[in-house]
């Protein structure tokens, strides 16, 4: 089965960096994108940025200039390095993966996700 493992969350000052990492597992035939996502609590889940297999990238308008998104195709990994957090940033960070894999017996393109990632910053 595909699993998507984050790591990186955590506590950090208001100005503060942090950087999340998520590795994708299974049998995998492609990955066409990854991207991080966030909610927080009593919100819904919105993209935070998202980068394709090509590298072309893209970002919440909340973000830009603070996070960068970057992957090593080579190891099914995406990271997202966080800076100058602010208050507004809290949330569980979400992993997403738009890939082909073998999934109970079938070869499948679909959407994964990881389980998610606690991002506090404090004031």
């Known amino acids: 089965q595909v699993q998507l493992v984050e790591s990186g969350g955590g506590l950090v000052q208001a100005g503060g960096s942090l950087r999340l990492s998520c590795a994708a597992s299974?049998?995998?035939?492609?990955?066409?994108?990854m991207g991080w996502y966030r909610q927080a609590p009593g919100k819904q889940r919105d993209l935070v940025a998202v980068?394709?297999?090509?590298?072309?990238?893209n970002y919440a308008d909340s973000v830009k200039g603070r996070f960068t998104i970057s992957r090593d195709n080579a190891k099914n990994t995406v990271y997202l390095q966080m800076n100058s957090l602010k208050p507004e940033d809290p949330a569980v960070y979400y992993c997403?993966?738009?890939?082909?894999?073998?999934?109970?017996?079938?070869?499948?393109?679909?959407?994964?996700w990881g389980q998610g990632t606690q991002v506090t910053v404090s004031s």
């Open positions: 299974g049998t995998i035939f492609g990955i066409h994108s």
């Open positions: 997403n993966a738009d890939l082909t894999a073998r999934v109970r017996q079938r070869i499948t393109r679909g959407q994964f």
């Open positions: 980068i394709t297999s090509g590298g072309s990238t």
